[in-house]
């Protein structure tokens, strides 16, 4: 476990130090494209040499592959081939999707992952929030395509996913899909996160694009979490589960959500989007993570 209260290293300074970025700049080197998944486009981008080890990234609800902008320089300049993508539904993946009268669920997401995976080697996979979901069912049926398995801040819990989120957790059951995504959206244009000025400004134009029927269905499929942590475990997966004092859910149910993972757990000094605001930090833990998985 990288403990809290950890002795102070460079990753930790370099992320104090990172001051205002431009999150809709291109990344200098970096290549976009579109991947025919099954659900229709998905827009991507890759960095770093493709003869190189691969990572792929997979941002949440209402993310996109920009989330990951200060991940992916650092990833490549370590010998990786970094891919990052948009969900279907949200932001320049906003064509794809369910058939029309169809619904985003879980088999749509697994169905995208798992085919840009076959599309390459095995990556090192990071799911991000409610990624990580998706990432565990990627990885328990298909863990040939997955060397390692970072979730961050990922719903620690199975079945109603939102009922130990702190102080209003509770609330939940009585709170509907249509609802729960509202109170989401509303939090993100409000900045409840207090996000610097470029950050806001980045995430608020996204909403011009991203599917409201798709981030409703999400918020659904997050109350019927399925239990896949037994069997990501069966696989033999090396996993990371990596959070933050101050995320939604308590560091104590990512201490359990590791535990059945047998999993190493790392907590950073930030909230819910380490990939923004400790990205040294995490990128070390990743690439602990995947020093040990190359080891054997």
């Avoid at 049926?141 to 060397?147: A, D, G, K, S, T």
């Avoid at 993100?188 to 207090?194: D, G, V």
């Avoid at 696989?235 to 104590?252: F, I, K, N």
Wanted: aromatic share 8%; hydrophobic share 45%.
């Amino acid at each position: 476990m990288v403990a809290r209260g950890q002795p102070f290293d460079d990753a930790v300074e370099r992320d104090a130090a990172i001051g205002e970025t431009d999150w809709a700049a291109p990344l200098p080197g970096a290549v976009s494209s579109v991947f025919p998944a099954p659900s229709g486009p998905l827009a991507l981008v890759s960095l770093g040499d493709p003869t190189h080890p691969r990572v792929v990234l997979v941002p949440g609800a209402t993310g996109s592959k920009e989330d990951f902008a200060l991940m992916l320089p650092l990833l490549a300049g370590a010998g990786y081939f970094v891919q990052a993508y948009d969900l279907a539904g949200n932001y320049e993946s906003a064509e794809a999707g369910p058939p029309p009268g169809g619904r985003y669920d879980y088999e749509l997401f697994v169905d995208d992952l798992v085919a840009l995976l076959a599309a390459g080697t095995p990556a090192h996979l990071l799911g991000y929030s409610f990624a990580g979901i998706v990432a565990q069912l990627v990885t328990a049926r298909r863990p040939e395509l997955v060397r390692s398995l970072t979730l961050l801040t990922t719903p620690p819990d199975p079945g109603n996913s939102y009922r130990h989120v702190k102080r209003i957790g509770w609330l939940s059951p009585a709170i509907g899909p249509r609802a729960g995504a509202a109170l989401m959206l509303w939090g993100i244009r409000s900045n409840l996160n207090k996000v610097g000025p470029s950050r806001l400004a980045f995430v608020r134009s996204r909403f011009a694009l991203t599917r409201r029927s798709c981030i409703d269905d999400i918020v659904d499929l997050m109350k019927h979490a399925p239990d896949v942590a037994p069997a990501v475990r069966a696989t033999g997966t090396r996993c990371l589960v990596a959070t933050s004092e101050h995320d939604l859910w308590p560091v104590a149910r990512y201490a359990a959500l590791a535990e059945r993972l047998g999993a190493r757990i790392a907590v950073y000094r930030t909230g819910h989007s380490p990939c923004e605001t400790t990205p040294h930090q995490l990128v070390r833990d990743m690439l602990r993570l995947f020093e040990e998985t190359d080891a054997g």
